[in-house]
């Protein structure tokens, strides 16, 4: 049987093991252009609507060809759907036996020797967290951990504070590996790696693929393909991933680290001192990129911070063989933390051709970061030369191929749409009489429009802000006059928000951009979608100005655009997550309806819902659609 066949005969058979489950004409057809390029070795790019079913489009062709699939998500709400629900369900139904694993990055799971360090009489201070952590917290997870069958703190009853968890935690940076600890043979992170590198398929995190692609391949288990789930952040995950920052926070991780094993507080001193240098001087230039003549301040501070450093590692390399266990345990991390430091700030002082330096952070605890401006190449050498890769997600911007490395004929797009019937069940609104939002009385006409809407829809709605400032303002204007609750994103944290938005019909969520992907609703609490204004990337932010200059005279086409669209796109697919739902997107700027140079490539990345710009049309729908649901 041809692979095409086999796999769409596996999912109408995945189907009928489902209550009231059906066939799904897209997931067919992107699964079987996924086996094709499987069988092919090309790479494939596929944009798989709501309601496809992609999970399952990758998923079955992969495993019945019997492939090693890594899979990387963006989001850990789907890395947890995969792992928690898809792939056990392919385990009871489908009709090949295969293993998975979830593999997540090494501060992720809980430290035995971390534990036997806090744990021995008479031992040293643990790097000066255990004795800032609640005793009663370290108790908790002395005994969780000897209960656990993962030590992975996603497991944890309650969340650790940042205190308890550092003390019983390490970073990559930090770990000197598997051969060098005491606890290596026990290490729950290891064991981690070893049942990823046997099973069929491996679930991950996008940052942990970037890590990997970073390192040559140090990190994930050999595979023979790769499936990118939620494909429209991989270039800025990867770049974000391919870079580092710099903080007093390290040094001061540093500090502690060396203090309890250094007969020498003056180097700790120094440690300390570079800290809070770095920090002062990077403090006035937060929001901004750092290019053209360095600024003597920071370059100063940051070749003082290289030498301190410097003598700390020869300090590091006195230390005897003839040391204690404890000892020479404690100086491998501060070895390794060393030398990670060291690295990035002769980076950092002389920035690479090809990456971009900026500041961010408050001005109490600014970051000095660095990132590649252009990962084409990268990906060319470590992902796509490798073997066969599957990028998807519900909105794939335009140019996406071309900005990843992805060129010639060494990969096919397909776009398989959505089997929801958005054409009946959908509207989108445009309100064109209100103010430009870029004029004052935008905010208030803004507000007036929100009420007129909500107040239709019988509360039912998740309004979106592109920023806390325009939330801020709406709930403040708002609060009280609408149908029912106002939920805030500040008031709870955002899986107790969406549960509560969830079981009251009655209730509104006012949220930023954390919001605009990433929930599902399905169902009569929603039934609205208000975005106040198109997302287009702030102008300011460091790397996308360094890619604008890049790109001249092309940089809003093919920078601000196709980001403006898929976010778009993203906030709107909120609204139909099933096939009986129906409501109602309401886009509150009016360049979507007027601005000639680029509304239809809007428009175009939206779901193909109706298009009106009456609002009495819209009120009258959403009356219509609460009525029903009554």
Partial sequence: MPPGDRVVAALAGLAGAVPQGERREPQEAMAIEVAEAISKRRHLLAQAGTGTGKSWAYLVPAILAGKKTVVATATKALQDQLAGKDLPFLQEHLDREFDFAVLKGRSNYVCRQRLVEISGEGQMALDGLADRASPTELNALKLWASETVSGDRAELPVEPSYQAWAAVSVSAQECPGARKCPSGESCFAEAA?????????????????????????????????????????????????????????????????????????????????????????LADHVGRRLKGTPDPALTEALVLARSRLDRVAASLRKIPDSASEDVKNRKDRAVQLT????????????????????????????????????????????????????????????GMSDRLGLVGDDHKAIDVGSPFDYEHHGLLYCATHLPDPREGSYEAALHEELLALITAAGGRTLALFTSYRAMDAAIAALKGKLPGPLLGQRDLPKPALVDAFTRDPSASLFATMGFWQGIDVPGPTLSLVTIDRLPFPRPDEPLLQARREQAKADAFRTIDLPRTATMLAQGAGRLIRSRTDRGVVAVLDSRLAKAKSYRWTLLEALPPFPRTKDRAEVEAFLKEITADDA
């Fill in 339 to 398: 030398g990670h430091l060291q690295a990035d700030l002769a980076l950092a002082t002389n920035v690479p051709e090809g990456s971009v330096a900026w500041v961010e952070g408050p001005d109490g605890n600014p970051k000095l970061r660095l990132a590649p401006l252009d990962i084409a190449e990268l990906l060319r050498e470590k992902l796509w030369d490798a073997g066969p890769a599957v990028l998807t997600s519900a909105t794939l911007p335009a």
């Fill in 193 to 281: 790696r070893q049942r990823a590198g046997e099973a069929d398929v491996v679930v991950v995190n996008l940052h942990l693929l970037g890590l990997d692609l970073a390192t040559d391949g140090a990190i994930l288990p050999e595979h023979d393909l790769v499936v990118v789930d939620e494909a429209h952040q991989l270039e800025d995950i990867v770049s974000d991933t391919c870079g580092f920052e710099l903080s007093a926070g390290r040094f001061q991780n540093l500090a502690r680290s060396v203090r309890s094993i250094l007969d020498d507080p003056a180097s700790v001193d120094d440690i300390e001192t570079s800290a809070s240098l770095l920090s002062a001087v």
